[in-house]
């Protein structure tokens, strides 16, 4: 079955783009250094480089809504796809005490199985997203001696693939089952330090993904979902 080989590519592919953009982030850093007084990223990124750099992993659960496949799952007798995990490496730079830099690499798979159809459509629906966006986060100074409540936005590319196999009912609709597209997210959280170097968050985050499945109709498959998670990071 593809589904297995599929979440390995993933996952392999997820690990080297975050370590590419880890090293893409301290050739910056260090051109930032020596580069004045403009930084690459004007005033955004100051000359000295980030003060505080975190890695860390993030487990949530996160439900597209794919309410286009809706009517086409109803006649196979089967549901849209639910929520799943979604699991995600990340790092981050802070700069000043209210502003960080978020990157992120997320990974995000579920298998629904068809549970009543035709001998020809008897398959499941195996459905896959990585992702990789970077986002700005903001600690209101005046709430954090009470609630270390933190919020941002950001954008990144979405990579979606759809495996439906032999069912003709998707295919028709959805002739593109593979599709990489930018897309945006706004998050809300708090984070707290565990110990030294150890700090956990809780967050939500909600991303924008339209995909277009079917340029000819200029067909779109929304994949708008809100991920609730948990993350660890340590300073590095």
Same mark, same amino acid.
């Given at each position: ?24 982030? %301290?050739? $910056?850093?260090?051109?930032?250094? /020596? ?5 690459? #990223?004007?005033?955004? *990124? !100051? ?80 459905? %896959?997203? $990585?992702?990789?966006?970077?986002? /700005? ?5 005046? #709430?954090?001696?009470? *609630? !270390? ?88």
């Amino acid at each position: 079955m593809k589904y297995s080989s599929g979440r390995k590519t993933g996952l392999l592919i997820l690990a080297i783009s975050f370590i590419f953009l880890l090293q893409s982030y %301290s050739c $910056i850093a260090e051109v930032t250094q /020596v580069k004045s007084p403009y930084s690459l #990223l004007g005033n955004l *990124l !100051p000359e000295q480089g980030p003060k505080e750099s975190y890695m860390g992993i993030r487990l949530g659960s996160y439900k597209p809504d794919l309410h286009q496949l809706d009517a086409i799952l109803k006649e196979l007798n089967t549901p849209v796809p639910g929520a799943d995990t979604m699991f995600t490496i990340f790092a981050s730079f802070k700069n000043r005490p209210q502003t960080e830099y978020l990157l992120e690499a997320g990974y995000w798979e579920n298998e629904t199985s068809v549970m009543s159809a035709t001998p020809e459509d008897s398959e499941d629906i195996n459905t %896959s997203i $990585i992702s990789i966006s970077l986002s /700005v986060l903001y600690y209101p100074g005046i #709430l954090q001696e009470y *609630l !270390p409540l933190y919020f941002g936005a950001g954008a990144g590319i979405y990579k979606m693939d759809i495996d439906y196999g032999t069912i003709e009912a998707i295919k028709t609709s959805m002739p593109d089952d593979r599709k990489t597209e930018l897309g945006g997210n706004v998050v809300i959280g708090i984070k707290r330090v565990i110990r030294d170097q150890l700090l956990l968050d809780i967050r939500i985050n909600h991303i924008f993904k339209n995909f277009t499945v079917n340029e000819k109709n200029n067909g779109k498959l929304s994949f708008d979902g809100t991920d609730l998670s948990i993350g660890a990071s340590i300073k590095f």
